[in-house]
């Protein structure tokens, strides 16, 4: 796209401001295109987002392992005041404190995902509930009805893969080398080690392998 505006209007900076290309260079064109006459050429806005929630990751995880209610509450209170004061003139569904919790709670499900596979049939129904409650603030319903989503769609996935046909279609096209990036990365974050010896080896001999 950006070639072809650049075909079209014969000029590198056809938006006039050189000095903002440096954010597409960074990502951060469409998160920023709401306030800056920017070139927007990456992705959509979310991109940004992305970006700065993963600089902030390993802050975030320090203190959800040192003060873990503490995070939890700051999350919560940046939110709400996000959706109450807004000094920017973005979206509050896109400013970085909606996206934050989104993201927080990602983290969280990580840690409590075995319920889901327990418990995904009540997220099934609190999202037919949630659907037939009239609109309010979409913001706060956007992120229930993620949360809800992927709540359920991973109790049902991970009940999909136990059975032995569709796991072994699921692995045809996903090819090894995501399984091979997975083992890679716990391996690399040490998740391995905390395996029963006989677990050790045998995701040792695979990591081996790839």
Known sequence: MYIRDVLRYKSLFYRGNPASIILSLIGMDGYLAFK????YILGEWFIGAIILLYILYPLLTWMKREYKWVTFGLVILLYILS???NLTGMVSFRMLPSCLISFYAGMLFVEHRK????YWWIAGIL?????????GNMNIKGHIAGFLMAYMLYGIGTYLMKINIINKVMKFIGGDRYFGCCFKTGMQNNHVFRKSTKEKYCLI?????I
């Open 36 to 39: 800056i006459n920017d070139y």
């Open 127 to 135: 999202l037919v509930i949630l659907k037939c409650i009239e609109p």
């Open 205 to 209: 001999k695979m990591y081996d392998k």
């Open 83 to 85: 959706l109450k004061i």
């Open 115 to 118: 319920s889901a596979e327990k």
